[in-house]
């Protein structure tokens, strides 16, 4: 049985909820599938999210990293393709923090790819009737900075990568863009499925 280390993340920007985190709170409930998962709510802060997550990669030694968190103003699912070593952020994390223009990883490389099946993951998202597209860049905040952690602290082969959900419909601000609470869920789980198989030889970085 392969482990997967499943997270979201908590309300962040004056927000009351966070769908990343509700949506992993959800399949963690209803998932009856062949691995086992380990589920866990990041905060929102740079240091303490890296902090955390490698602490339950060091004790659960995960087969597969899937993290998730909001792109608030998107109306699709976006694959990250790409962890980059660089905190700026926009606006402060949940501790008060707001670095610029620092790096994720002193000494580091500039880039870590992730190495979820991507272009089948965004495949089979779009084939569940579930709008997705590859995203490039998984931005600067701390989305981008577990990314880069993940694919740092992983042992092995153990894959890892990054998902972006937008709002959920019930908890999206008015006139944001929004997918129904069950279809973000429904999309985790979909990316759960998917984690261990080969990756499609499907030319270009664009979305179907």
Known sequence: MST???TGFEPFD???RNPSGEAVTEVARTYRGPHQ???ATLPVAFARAAERLRALIDEHTPDAVVATGLAAGSD????E????????ARIPDNDGRQPADEASEPGGPAARFATLPVKRIARALDDHGLPARLSLSAGSYVCNHVLYTALSAVRGDARAGFVHLPWSSSCAPEGAAHLPDE????????VIDHVFEPEES?????VW
């Open 202 to 206: 499907h030319p270009g970085g664009s």
């Open 14 to 16: 004056g927000a009351d």
């Open 37 to 39: 998962l380990v589920t």
């Open 76 to 79: 699709r699912i976006a694959v």
């Open 81 to 88: 393709r790409v962890g980059v070593n660089l905190m700026d």
């Open 183 to 190: 279809d973000l869920a429904r999309a985790v789980g979909v």
């Open 4 to 6: 997967i280390l499943l």
